[in-house]
């Protein structure tokens, strides 16, 4: 079975330009989650969809981050404009339940590595 | 808020003894707890994961405890080895199906 994709593995960029990452989730999970992770700590979720709808993104930084789920499969996280401060790795992660009864095991692409510079 | 506190300092252990890593949790009522490990550069992988009714989860030479009224979880690793060396995440939760991590331990098995 095929493992969560992602893409670019590393990224550099100025401040105030533009990013995007892809991600790829395992076939069949219904559930994918964007995380950023800043080194040192644990990941923090940023948004989590339920097919191609929001669950939540109460802690996505809407003013400069955006995220979509096309067809409820491939998802891609945007930054713009990037500021110092977005430098983490951003790991997506799929599952194979969803909902207030989701209790499934998490499953981890190995992430995209952001510096702003 | 809710928070999630994990040992913030490295644990070092000689191979062969037993590790154990502590979650504690506040402002929180989790219905289940995960645990991962994170090797560097690496994504997260699940190891474990025990529901609030269960006082207690094994995996070969893993177990993990849940103490609802300690709002506490300990990770154990039996008969410790170099290859267990890694940070370790902890995950809690609660019915509205958000899994919040901690910062994670670094643990290091010493031959």
């Known amino acids: 079975e095929a493992g969560v994709a992602q893409s670019p593995r590393y990224k550099i960029i100025e401040k105030r330009q533009s990013v995007a990452f892809w991600c790829n989730p395992i076939?069949?999970?219904?559930?994918l989650y964007w995380y950023q992770q800043i080194l040192g700590q644990g990941p923090k979720l940023l948004i989590q969809f339920q097919n191609n709808g929001v669950v939540d993104d109460s802690q996505l930084p809407k003013d400069r981050f955006s995220a979509e789920r096309l067809k409820g499969v491939d998802s891609t996280l945007k930054i713009q404009p990037a500021k110092l401060e977005d430098s983490a790795v951003y790991l997506c992660?799929?599952?194979?339940?969803?909902?207030?009864?989701?209790?499934?095991?998490?499953?981890f692409g190995e992430g995209s590595r952001l510096t702003v510079l | 808020s809710q928070k999630i506190e994990q040992n913030s300092e490295a644990l070092n252990i000689q191979e062969g003894k037993t590790a154990t890593l502590t979650c504690n949790y506040t402002?929180?009522?989790?219905?289940?707890l995960q645990w991962y490990r994170q090797d560097p550069g690496r994504g997260p992988v699940f190891l474990l994961l025990?529901?609030?009714?269960?006082k207690e989860k094994r995996k070969e030479r893993l177990k993990v405890t849940f103490d609802t009224t300690l709002k506490q979880s300990l990770f154990h690793i039996t008969a410790s080895q170099p290859a267990d060396s890694a940070t370790y995440l902890c995950a809690p939760s609660d019915s509205a199906s958000k899994i919040i991590f901690g910062s994670g331990t670094r643990l290091s098995i010493r031959p």
């Open positions: 025990i529901r609030e009714n269960e």
């Open positions: 992660a799929s599952s194979t339940r969803g909902g207030a009864a989701n209790t499934g095991e998490l499953f």
């Open positions: 076939s069949g999970h219904a559930t």
């Open positions: 402002n929180y009522s989790p219905a289940y």
